[in-house]
């Protein structure tokens, strides 16, 4: 190698270095705060689907006392829980 080329090799690897810290940090950071939304997305969704089903399982449980009950007049207890304001 002549003496020329070591200096322009030098350059370059600097300018390569700054200018990839410049465009590839900011990049890393766009990333990470779309996966930082995503998952927080996901964490609301789960909340979401576990309250939905707390409620359909509170449901379930109410037609189960209700065909299991043999002592309760079944029309009377199906109006009363269609009067019940829906949580």
Do not use: H
């Not at 390569?16 to 609301?44: H, S, T």
């Not at 409620?55 to 037609?63: G, N, S, T």
């Amino acid at each position: 190698m002549s003496p020329l080329w070591i200096p322009i090799l030098g350059i370059s690897c600097g300018i390569i270095a700054i200018l990839a810290g410049a465009v590839f940090k900011p990049w890393l950071a766009l990333q990470q705060r779309k996966m930082e939304l995503d998952a927080n997305m996901v964490a609301e969704k789960a909340a979401q689907y576990a309250a939905q089903t707390e409620r359909l399982e509170q449901r379930v449980r109410v037609l189960e006392r209700i065909i299991t009950d043999k002592g309760g007049d079944l029309a009377d207890e199906i109006e009363r829980l269609r009067d019940e304001p829906v949580n």
